[in-house]
């Protein structure tokens, strides 16, 4: 068996464009979350749970590569909701950590019910992502049979 990083590896290609859309989104979610101009408000706390999904669902993926597109998308949309929800209860230690960057960007701290939506859209969007992803890949396999030992489901 190969290591889950080799080239040999049967899910090399396919964690490779994975790790290629993750570094294409994550910049992207950024960008949105410090916009300053016009729309910032939408942009930085609504629209921006759309690459937040994106993200999520594709990191969720590059960890575990058998899991399916379907479920990580709809368990990825499951954690943020929940998420959303955990923005209404505000003890002094998650208050603490929701004042640092990383708290502020993976938990969230004002309760929208409007993000709900964003998060769907997301969610769909990332699921799309992941079923092109994987398109490409099998199609790429089924191309070159050598290099073909199972395809992704």
């Known amino acids: ?45 609504s629209f921006g749970g759309v690459p937040y999904e994106i993200f999520w669902i594709l990191l969720v993926v590059f960890i575990w590569p058998q899991f399916s597109a379907l479920w990580a998308a709809v368990g990825v949309c499951i954690a943020t909701c929940l998420l959303e929800f955990l923005q ?20 969230g701290n004002t309760f929208q019910w409007s993000d709900f939506s964003y998060y769907f859209i997301g969610s769909f969007l990332g699921w799309a992502w992941l079923r092109g992803i994987q398109h490409q890949i099998l199609r790429a396999k089924l191309n070159n049979p050598e290099k073909s030992d199972r395809p992704l489901k």
């Open 1 to 45: 068996m190969n290591a889950p990083f080799s080239p040999q590896h049967r899910f090399f290609r396919y964690r490779l464009a994975l790790l290629i859309s993750i570094a294409a989104i994550a910049p992207l979610g950024l960008m949105m979350k410090f916009y300053r101009g016009p729309g910032q408000e939408w942009l930085n706390n």
């Open 88 to 107: 209404l209860w505000q003890p002094p230690f998650l208050q603490a950590i929701r004042a640092t960057l990383i708290g502020r960007l993976v938990l």
